[in-house]
Nanobody
Framework: VQLQASGGGLVQAGGSLRLSCAASGRTFSQYAMGWFRQAPGKEREFVAALSWNGGNKYYGDSVKGRFTVSRDNAKNTVTLQMNTLRPDDTAIYYC?????????????????WGQGTLVTVSS
């Protein structure tokens, strides 16, 4: 599976952005999909994930209630809707795919990474 993330940019605090990840390959619907982020000088952090059928959604504590992850298996895409953005959401956001197909908590294994898209939130 090849992953291509897009939708990053510069936004003011309190604003919204919508990230998309387009996947190639006919087996997309078998993968659990998710998002991670990495801020300058920090470790990569889990953001959100959902199972192959769109169920079992999990979020990192810092984004709960503000971010929503979804997928469209017919279009081979996964989306991260980010609302009420804060300056500490500034990071490179990566989409990821897990061949096990199911997520059972706020974590996921990763078999494939996308290239990342930069989100910058100004105060």
């Amino acid at each position: 599976v090849q992953l291509q993330a897009s939708g990053g940019g510069l936004v003011q605090a309190g604003g919204s952005l919508r990230l998309s990840c387009a996947a190639s390959g006919r087996t997309f619907s078998q993968y659990a999909m998710g998002w991670f982020r990495q801020a300058p000088g920090k470790e990569r952090e889990f953001v959100a994930a959902l199972s192959w059928n769109g169920g079992n959604k999990y979020y990192g504590d810092s984004v709960k209630g503000r971010f929503t992850v979804s997928r469209d298996n017919a279009k081979n895409t996964v989306t991260l809707q980010m609302n009420t953005l804060r300056p500490d959401d500034t990071a490179i956001y990566y989409c990821a795919a897990d061949g096990r197909g199911v997520v059972a908590g706020p974590w996921m294994g990763v078999d494939f990474w996308g290239q990342g898209t930069l989100v910058t939130v100004s105060s």
